[in-house]
């Protein structure tokens, strides 16, 4: 059976710089999965390849049986590819709930009508507004990004990928700098998303990646270094020598 | 009077406020008719500067060479009246809205592939292009000497233009009404809405998977569109074009003018050309050196303390106002 | 056929002279927008400033042409110091908008100023005898001004090129183009560098201004004229480098010569023409750095 995403032999450099070097990667449908390692280790990178923001230097990028290596990002989306960005990258001078409705309304192919007014839509608001309520911002609905604290901007980079009713999401630390409040509804949230949604979730913290992930990769230099389950990560000495134990000296 | 910024929880009906710009253009209709040539160009501007709203204030795109599609419209109306012998207003009208659009089109899909400066930059050489081809293509546009003998039919052959400007002003608000209503019915919808998306944050647009550079084009197209018709109008009620209409400077005027109202709130392209205009009318002739000066102090100011314009202004003081115990 | 070579000939050398004068006006443009991501269309007032100091010390006080040259570079800079102090500094991070609506606003301020105090007409320059004739070269006699124009240009040129590439100022020039965030990091003072290096590139476009008033003509509205020629310089050439403007700035130099010589019926439609073509090639320029 054909993986939800997967790439092969994925390569990245900037100049001399290699960030992506020969990637394998499977995510299977449904998957709980973590990508790991060390700042600078190019994860973010990965995530941009895999939605068309940066071209790949070589490599294939397979979405569903699909080959989307060349595809526009556009369509990527329109194919179920949802993603968050690790710096928040918010409308921040609209309100919560146009940050949701522009990707509710995107994906309901509406956001190109021009002569009927936005807000008669009520099947974008509806939903933009439930999407809200799940995620406990239904009260902040009418709040400019500007005036959000931070940590409820980190909920709305979720909320508008889920507003994609994504069939694979790319978390890219999702929970970076939140405090515990949000950073244990994002869990709640995470957990509540429907089964059949393959996740890949790029996270430092190893509490939240232990127990959400069912499979991990440890990417290092651009090079995967290990992938499996959680326990063997644990236990892979490699993995402690270059990431883990960072943390514990650190 | 607060900004309209459309969206999804925006009431998109009209307020009574709105109306102001209206009741004030017809008062003056009827108090100040040796004025009624300055009110026409006025208007004029006030289309002009709707139609730069809508790609600077509300899509984020910053032009210098707005004056392409304002200076086209005007020549083909005026090659039309002087040298085709078409005089009926519609049709030249009609003809400066479809060259607006074909230029619109085919230079914004262009353009927008790219970013800043270098998106600055082409808006002004695709600007000077088009001036120096009217300077040269003396036999079509009278180069330096600029258009004369443009000649304008009746509207649908019942109103002439008369020497007081009567009808031109009449017909240049029903205009104006005409593209405010478009503006406006735009910004509202979802097109709109996400067009500030792309302002705001265009990498997010992509990532929702929103065909980006299709609807820059798109606003790109409508606003040259709008800006032709300007063009247009001011050929009509000038009965003349002259270079000055594709300058780099009439362009940086018009920003300032869209700037001193307020950008991205419809209204400030109201408020703009009309302080902008009466100033220009009552100080510029006397006192060129001064008016330069007022203008560029103007504008450093505005970006120094006001941001907002004079409209932004207001805004804050009536806020000042309601919260005043 | 001779005549044709001589036409040759005559056009690269005063296309040349043009270039070198746009370059050393418009190098400046280029570092601070690569440096500071400023977009400073006002640019062209510093080099008009330049060009009113050198005539005016010139016509007015009697100052050597030397001196006025040093006095145009000198005094331009240490304006711009004082500009970028009080009000450049502060748009920083403001938006692409904000800057250019800004820098607008200079060149309003700097055209009615200039025409207030020097009125609308053309400044003469009066040029030492020295530079009046003609030079000999390869049995070619070929005008000294021009000359002067292209040598004195190349040294500066050298002296700028050797000043980045080797000195501490240039590193960390070259370092913060790079990348702001790690310059800081490493501990630059990034405020000191972006006002001295301002300084210095105004002080250029002064120098520039005044080397070429003979050329660029000294009026108030040289700001306006000329921008698009020092942008499509800085654009063409590729932000924040110092060789693409060079490179673009001979170009520009040579085929706005040529385009006036052979096709006058024309105007500057090729260059802008050509402007066109190179940006959509390629949209960082011929020599910027791509995303
Ligand atoms: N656009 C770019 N140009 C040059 N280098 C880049 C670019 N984007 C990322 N890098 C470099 O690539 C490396 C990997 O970055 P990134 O993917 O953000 O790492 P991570 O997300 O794992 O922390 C870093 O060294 C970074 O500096
Ligand atoms: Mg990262």
Not at chain 1, 119 to 137: I, K, Q, Y
Not at chain 1, 162 to 183: M, Q
Not at chain 3, 199 to 221: K, T
Request: proline residues 4%.
């Amino acid at each position: 059976m054909s993986a939800a995403l997967e790439t092969r032999g994925l390569c990245k450099s900037f100049g001399a710089l290699t960030v992506a070097d020969d990637i394998d990667f499977r995510l299977e449908i449904g998957a709980r999965h973590a990508l790991i390692g060390p700042n600078g280790a190019g994860k973010t990178t990965f995530v941009n390849m895999l939605t068309g923001a940066l071209p790949p230097s070589s490599g294939r990028i397979v979405l569903g049986g699909e080959d989307i290596t060349a595809m526009a990002q556009a369509k990527r989306v329109k194919r179920g590819l949802g993603r968050t960005f690790q710096i928040n990258a918010l409308f921040r001078r609209l309100a919560v709930i146009d940050n949701v409705a522009l990707a509710v309304a995107e994906r309901r192919g509406v956001a190109r009508r021009m002569l009927r007014a936005a807000s008669t839509h009520a099947d974008v608001r509806a939903e933009s507004m439930d999407l809200l309520a799940t995620l406990g911002l239904a009260e902040d609905a009418g709040i400019r990004i500007l005036d959000l604290p931070y940590g409820k901007q980190r909920l709305v980079e979720i909320a508008i990928a889920l507003g994609l009713k994504p069939r694979v999401l790319l978390l890219d630390e999702p929970a970076a700098g939140v405090p515990s409040l949000e950073s244990y509804r994002i869990l709640q949230v995470l957990d509540n998303l429907p089964k059949h949604i393959a996740i890949l979730i790029i996270e430092h913290d190893m509490d939240l990646v232990f127990r959400f992930a069912q499979r991990i990769t440890v990417l290092v230099q651009g090079e995967v270094l290990v992938e499996g389950p959680p326990e063997e990560i644990a236990k892979d000495k490699r993995v402690h020598q270059v990431y883990l134990g960072e943390q514990h000296h650190g | 009077m607060s900004a309209h910024a459309g969206g999804y929880s925006a009431d998109p009906r009209i307020r009574w406020i709105e109306s102001l710009p209206w009741i004030v253009a017809i008062a003056a209709f009827f108090a100040l008719p040796e004025y009624l040539s300055l009110g026409a160009r006025i208007l004029i501007y006030i289309l002009y500067a709707l139609s730069l709203d809508l790609i600077v204030g509300y899509a984020g795109i910053i032009t210098l060479g707005h004056s392409a599609y304002f200076g086209l419209g005007a020549y083909i109306a005026g090659i039309l009246a002087a040298k085709a012998g078409i005089s009926d207003p519609m049709v030249q009208l009609a003809a400066a809205a479809a060259a607006g659009a074909l230029l619109g089109i085919s230079t914004g899909a262009i353009i927008l592939r790219t970013k800043a400066l270098t998106l600055l930059m082409l808006t002004l050489a695709i600007t000077s292009v088009l001036l120096e081809i009217a300077n040269k293509a003396t036999t079509l546009t009278g180069g330096a000497d600029g258009l004369s003998g443009v000649v304008v039919a009746p509207i649908l052959g019942l109103f002439r233009f008369d020497i007081f400007g009567k009808t031109a002003y009449l017909y240049c608000l029903l205009v104006l009404l005409l593209g405010w209503w478009l503006v406006r019915k735009m910004i509202y919808s979802p097109f709109g809405t996400s067009l500030t998306g792309v302002r705001e944050n265009s990498l997010r647009m992509h990532a929702i998977g929103a065909p980006v550079y299709w609807r820059l084009v798109l606003v790109y197209t409508l606003s040259a569109t709008i800006a032709g018709v300007a063009g247009g109008l001011i050929t009509q009620t000038n009965q003349f074009v002259g270079l000055n209409v594709l300058s780099f400077e009439s362009a940086g005027e018009l920003l300032v003018m869209l700037i001193l109202g307020g950008v991205g709130r419809i209204y400030g392209a109201f408020v703009g050309p009309v302080a902008y205009l009466i100033a220009q009318d009552f100080l510029a002739k006397q006192f060129p050196e001064y008016w330069y000066f007022g203008i560029g102090t103007m504008l450093v100011l505005v970006v120094m303390f006001a941001r907002g314009g004079i409209l932004g202004i207001l805004d804050g003081s009536l806020v000042k106002l309601r919260s005043r115990p | 056929m001779e005549a044709f070579f001589a036409s040759l000939v005559s056009v690269a050398f005063h296309g040349a002279a043009l270039g070198m004068i746009l370059y050393v006006i418009s190098v400046g443009l280029s570092v601070t927008m690569g440096l500071m991501g400023f977009a400073n269309l006002a640019h062209g007032v510093f080099a008009m400033a330049g060009g009113y100091v050198l005539t005016t010390a010139i016509s007015r006080f009697g100052a050597p042409y030397p001196l006025a040259l040093a006095l145009a570079f000198a005094l331009v800079a240490a304006a711009s110091v004082v500009l970028e102090r009080l009000l450049y500094s502060r748009l920083y991070a403001a938006s692409d908008l904000e800057q250019v609506l800004f820098t607008i606003g200079l060149i309003f301020i700097a055209v009615a100023v200039a025409r207030f105090i020097y009125g609308t007409l053309q400044q003469p320059v009066v040029l030492p005898d020295y530079l009046k004739g003609q030079f000999p070269l390869l049995g070619r006699d070929f005008p000294a001004y021009r000359v002067f124009i292209i040598v004195f240009s190349a040294v500066m040129v050298a002296l700028l090129w050797f000043g980045v590439e080797r000195t501490r100022w240039g590193a960390m020039v070259r370092a913060t183009v790079d990348n702001r965030a790690m310059a800081q990091s490493v501990g630059i003072n990034t405020k000191r560098l972006f006002t001295l290096t301002f300084a210095l590139g105004s002080g250029l476009a002064g120098l520039g201004g005044g080397l070429g008033a003979e050329i660029i003509a000294i009026q108030p509205s040289y700001p306006f004229e000329n921008l698009v020629y020092f942008l499509v310089v800085v654009s063409v050439g590729g932000l924040g480098s110092l060789r693409g403007p060079f490179v673009a700035a001979l170009l520009i130099g040579i085929a706005d010569t040529a385009c006036k010589y052979w096709l006058p019926q024309y105007g500057a439609f090729p260059i802008y023409v050509a402007t066109i073509a190179i940006l959509l090639w390629r949209p960082s320029g011929l020599f910027g750095r791509h995303a």
